[in-house]
């Protein structure tokens, strides 16, 4: 059964940083691209940021340069550090391989008060 659980986020000042995480079921984690997606009111979700089972990342340009993702396959789990964060970033985010599993976590709340 595919497990995603995502953790970290919360509400912080415009400028301020967030890390999250998420686990994933190890049978998915091992063999495929991870991505933070999210999904802001009234948005569709969108990719954020991706990570390939080599290292290999790719941002979308909004994030690039103040987000990072990592993963530990050891632990099954990939992180997203988000700096300088901005009140656009507001959503909730969500991993999910890449391409999207039709399974999603619950994801995790991230507001950016101006």
Do not use: H
């Not at 009140?87 to 976590?105: I, K, M």
């Amino acid at each position: 059964q595919v497990q995603l659980v995502e953790s970290g986020g919360g509400l912080v000042q415009g400028g301020g940083s967030l890390r999250l995480s998420c686990t994933a079921s190890g049978t998915i984690f091992k063999v495929n691209t991870m991505g933070w997606y999210r999904q802001a009111p009234g948005n569709e979700r969108e990719l954020v940021a991706r990570i390939s089972t080599g290292g290999r990342t790719n941002y979308d340009v909004s994030v690039k340069g103040r987000f990072t993702i990592s993963r530990d396959n050891a632990k099954n789990t990939v992180y997203l550090q988000m700096n300088s964060l901005k009140p656009e970033d507001t959503a909730v985010y969500y991993c999910n391989t890449f391409p999207s599993l039709r399974v999603w976590g619950q994801g995790t709340q991230v507001t950016v008060s101006s």
